[in-house]
T-cell receptor
């Protein structure tokens, strides 16, 4: 069965600190996709990144970076030099790649609070 | 703006009532998903439609139903509402019905059952 675990329920940091959000997943499929979504206080879910199971290259987008390691079934998300605007709930999600009728399996989310 | 539109944004209703939530997907997206977000259950998949046909069912109660119309908008019907149905309901859309594409979410409908 598919499962996504975000062990960190809440994280509090001070502005400019780096912070890493952990995500561990379980799947029996060899082909799958991993996602991160951000839910700011306004409530909408914002897509951040998609990663496929064949590509273990780390990705960097501005202050955001993602570390995908199949050996440990982890897809961690790091925010460098955090800002108050990064305060949100962050969700990691998993889906099977090629099966019709698949949906996202979400973790419980990590609430990040960045103070000034 | 994700391009996915959900109405209404807020809904307050009484127990036992029936409500309809509406979703317009992004232009060109054929797949629509409904998710429920509650404090105790987190984000849970309810149901998916693709080009008018039901594709997959998740943890959707029998009191809930959905459909996707020829213009691709979708409606989620919730009936015999209970206090526990209070939640944020999201609609998401994607181009295809398979999991390798990202889904874009609407702003959600916050349902409060009193």
């Amino acid at each position: 069965a598919q499962k996504v675990t975000q062990a960190q329920t809440e994280i509090s940091v001070v502005e400019k600190e780096d912070v890493t959000l952990d995500c561990v997943y379980e799947t029996r499929d060899t082909t799958y996709y991993l996602f991160w979504y951000k839910q700011p206080p306004s409530g909408e879910l914002v897509f951040l990144i998609r990663r496929n199971s064949f590509d273990e290259q780390n990705e960097i987008s501005g202050r955001y970076s993602w570390n995908f390691q199949k050996s440990t079934s982890s897809f961690n998300f790091t925010i460098t030099a955090s800002q108050v605007v990064d305060s949100a709930v962050y969700f990691c999600a998993l889906s099977e790649a090629y099966q019709a009728g698949t949906a996202l399996i979400f973790g419980k989310g990590t609430t990040l609070s960045v103070s000034s | 703006d994700s391009g996915v539109t959900q109405t209404p944004k807020h809904l307050i209703t009484a127990t036992g009532q029936r409500v309809t939530l509406r979703c317009s997907p992004r232009s060109g997206d054929l797949s629509v998903y409904w998710y429920q977000q509650s404090l105790d259950q987190g984000l849970q998949f309810l149901i998916q439609y693709y080009n008018g046909e039901e594709r997959a069912k998740g943890n959707i109660l029998e009191r809930f139903s959905a459909q996707q119309f020829p213009d691709l908008h979708s409606e989620l019907n919730l009936s015999s509402l209970e206090l526990g149905d209070s939640a944020l309901y999201f609609c998401a859309s994607s181009v295809v019905d398979r999991g390798h594409t990202e889904a874009f979410f609407g702003q959600g409908t916050r349902l409060t059952v009193v």
